[in-house]
């Protein structure tokens, strides 16, 4: 017996000792919550008749200086509902209606013949929200009332979602309709027939209706809370909008404590058996339940309802086997607190928001619009305000210095993705402030699934989103080693299926490289009739275009085709001018662009600030002639300047690594056009020697644009920036982006710093169509850069490609720093950016 007694004290000490945890956690969390400004209001709890917790953090009134407490009367929202419940129940036990009864036997004016009170009560109406007939039929300056929504029904009798019993879907215009009823029998106003029934016999000194437009409001409604909102550091009114003039689904007011004892007595208000109708799911048409009963929610020994309208969010629950009750009523921007209450009481582990604050910032918001002087804080990943803010207690503040922040930076166009494989940190990207890479480009891709799950079992510094690759989605329905021709209908149709799996996980949309064999043979429709299916799916088409040099202008005029055809967003990538007699051209170029946008045609290009490009050395014979002598003198003239183009990579033999063509030529004593020549026979024979090489064989970064044509296309409204970049070999790799700030911006004022950004960040997101990202405001994700306009600059040439960049002072991906004065932190928040999908 001895033990049986010591170990039922030990359990029943165990369990104070557990409460008593949750609810000094609990009374922790809402300070901490409170000082971080994410909760305003009142919470509650008792158990066994007894107040357990109760506290009462923030202000009634807009201009904070009415403090809260247990008799303060906020608006129930939603908790409203099992008021007016209760008041239909009291009708029923004096024989005024039955719960059975058809609308239009108390509102003749209903138009639909098998609604029943029973309906309106449990959410099986299948009548459509007032707020939708409001929006149609209703001035918008114009207050909706009772009255007036019975009329709208009437005149209009809009369709029902559903037969009445069939199916379960909440239902705030049963509520509306349910008061009317109750006044209309009552003989009297609602609030005052509610004062009667309810708020008077039960004591309760701060309970009543207030709603827009009453004939008599309750003089205590003047004391009541007010909701409001913070916004960019200040507060403002977040209150009654002019659908308040109806009264029903919600708009009672009440308070912490007459909400204790309106939940200890309610039930004494009725008869036992009409209780526990209220407390029964509803049963459905076909026999199934769902678990609500008369305004209430329910959940085995639990009845509960939360309730959120402009400015409130409110939860009551009760519990009868553990004999609590839990009172949450809050004025604020509170979703996070009444989430986490519950679960704290629960004992589960929670976190709390932490925010942190970058003060003393010129901020460029990534709009184009002018600097700023301004504050940014961050909570969690997101930004929640912008604007003159002051620290929290116990925040982390970041001092900017005067410097500028600016939306993390979007490489629209990136092959830095291998490399974050061996360097997670991705150091080539964030040393140039850049946040998200989009890859999938020039035509290859990997599929979403192996990205999603790359990114989830190596996590790295950036985010990533993805195009799907013309010549990849060739590759799997024609055989990587049969690209060389025109695909046959039926491996078109096998690449529409591809991609569109791919278009419903998230891609971006279609990706072509057209210049590269891969994709070269291909024909016009076989890309247009893929397009198609990145269109239907709301994605965008990105291309490589098929020549950047000979063709260029018909090139040009198949990416303007496909955007007519289908109506889609189409960006070029990397536009260049890379053959000598066409230098100097950008400008007709723009003019044919701006042309196809005035047609109405989205078209947008991107561009990287460099005057020389880095590829195979194939790309140097349009004709894919490679033997050819007289292509080869063509290329040596007009393609690229030999002498001022270095060898990045050659894997037969490593030494031509870092030499120019030219030079190379002396040393093998042959002219250039030869040596060019030699050198792809010589790597396509190392290539079949090695099939499994997968290092690349030889690339070559070649001199062939004119500085003047790169500053045009930069210059181009539409244009964005991007780097085309690698981990490795072009300098582009490490200092686009501090390329254009220093030199483009800073030292040639080309630019004006606002432009830049904006053409880095805001229209990067615009033209990929990359959703709360590239834009600095409340709600967005929090990638930033701040940086040192004076000094920031590249510093990766072509001979150290790899040489980070000066003037990046810290870096933030989804609200964590992961660079600071070029060093990684080892913190890795990047995501998968998926298209935003509205199918
Ligand atoms: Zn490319």
Known sequence: MLTRNLLFLFFIANQIFAQNESLKKLDESLITLHKRTLFNGVVLVAEKGKITYQNSLGYSDLAQTQKLNLQSSFNLASVSKQFVAMLIMIQKDKKMLNFDDLISKHLPTFPYPKITIRHLLTHTSGLPEYFDLADEYLNTLDTLTNAKMLKLLAQYKPKTGFAAGKKWEYCNTGYVLLASIIEKNARMSFEEYFQQQIAIPLGLK?????????????????????????????????????????????????????????????????????????????????????????????????????????????????????????????NGSNEKAVDLIPEILEGKKVKIPVSKLIQNINLIDGTGTTSRL???????????????????????????????????????????????????????????????????????????????????????????????????????????????????????????????????????????????????????DEVLELAKVAAKHGGRYMSHIRSEDVNFVEAMDEIINIGRQTGMPVQISHIKIAKKDQWGKSVEVLAKLQKARSEGINITADCYPYNFWNSTLRVLFPNRDYTNPESAEFAVNQLFDPSMSVLVRYAPEKTFAGKTVSEIAAIRNEKPSETLMKLIAEAAEFEEKYPDFDEGIETIMAKAMDDNDVANFISWPQTNICSDGSSSGHPRGHGTFTRVLGRYVREQKLLSLETAIYKMTGLTAENLGIQDRGIIEPGRYADLVLFDPETVIDNADIKDGKALSSGIMKVWVNGELVLENNKPTGIYPGVLIKRQINE
């Open 374 to 524: 301004a504050s940014v804080r961050i909570l969690e990943d997101k930004i929640s305000e912008v604007g003159d803010l002051q620290p929290f207690e116990e925040e982390g503040v970041t001092d900017g210095q005067g410097k500028v922040l600016a939306p993390g930076f979007i490489d629209s166009h990136s092959h830095h993705f291998g490399g974050l494989s061996k360097n997670p940190s991705g150091l080539p990207a964030t040393n140039q402030g850049i946040t998200t890479i989009v890859i999938g480009q020039d035509g290859g891709s990997y599929p979403m699934d192996t990205l999603e799950s790359d990114m989830k079992y190596h996590p790295v510094a950036i985010n990533v989103a993805s195009y799907t690759g013309h010549s990849t989605l060739r590759g799997k329905a024609m055989g990587v080693k049969s690209l060389f021709r025109t695909a046959k209908p039926e491996e078109v149709e096998k690449m529409k299926g591809y991609l569109e799996q791919e278009m419903k996980k998230g891609s971006l949309g279609l990706n072509t490289g057209l210049e590269y064999e891969s994709a070269f043979f291909s024909n016009k």
């Open 206 to 330: 701060n309970t009543y209706a207030f709603y827009l437009n009453m004939k008599k409001p309750d003089p205590r409604s003047k004391n009541r809370v007010i909701g409001f909102e913070r916004k960019n550091g200040k507060y403002v009114l977040n209150d009654l909008i002019r659908l308040d003039g109806v009264v029903g689904d919600g708009n009672i007011y009440s308070s912490a404590e007459d909400l204790l004892i309106w939940a200890q007595k309610l039930k004494t208000l009725v008869k036992s058996e009409t209780w526990k109708a209220a407390t029964t799911p509803v049963k459905l048409s076909d026999g199934s339940t769902e678990d609500y009963g008369f305004g209430w929610e329910l959940d085995k020994d639990i009845i509960s309802h939360t309730g959120s309208w402009v400015g409130f969010n409110n939860c009551i629950e009760i519990n009868e086997k553990k004999q609590t009750i839990t009172i949450v009523l809050t």
